[in-house]
Nanobody, 121 residues
Framework: HVQLVESGGGSVQAGGSLRLPCAASGFIHSSNCMGWFRQAPGKEPEGVARFASSGTTDYADSVKGRFTISQDNARKTLYLQMNSLEPEDSAMYYC????????????????WGQGTQVTVS
């Protein structure tokens, strides 16, 4: 059973930075893809970034150049470094794992964390 726990959220001023860790426990298949998603009130979930087991990454256009996704060597913690934050980045951020296809589509992922709130003012 895979468990994902996000942390690191909080309130920050525009232009600031936050780093979100996602700790994974349980069996993670070697071909596992992991990603970060976000959902603001009244909006559809949005794929933010994904990290493939090969090390390749992909980002939503809205965060390119500002956000960086990474993973520790043991593949047990996924990170999202968020710089130059904007009020539009305010949302609940979720970590997801085990995608059928390694994309930014939420429907591809099997396991989800409970989320961590990010508020930018």
């Amino acid at each position: 059973h895979v468990q994902l726990v996000e942390s690191g959220g909080g309130s920050v001023q525009a232009g600031g930075s936050l780093r979100l860790p996602c700790a994974a426990s349980g069996f993670i298949h070697s071909s596992n893809c992991m990603g970060w998603f976000r959902q603001a009130p009244g909006k559809e979930p949005e794929g933010v970034a994904r990290f493939a087991s090969s090390g390749t990454t992909d980002y939503a256009d809205s965060v390119k150049g500002r956000f960086t996704i990474s993973q520790d060597n043991a593949r047990k913690t996924l990170y999202l470094q968020m710089n130059s934050l904007e009020p539009e980045d305010s949302a609940m951020y979720y970590c997801a794992a085990d995608a059928v296809v390694c994309t930014l589509w939420a429907s591809s992922y099997k396991y989800w964390g409970q989320g961590t709130q990010v508020t930018v003012s």
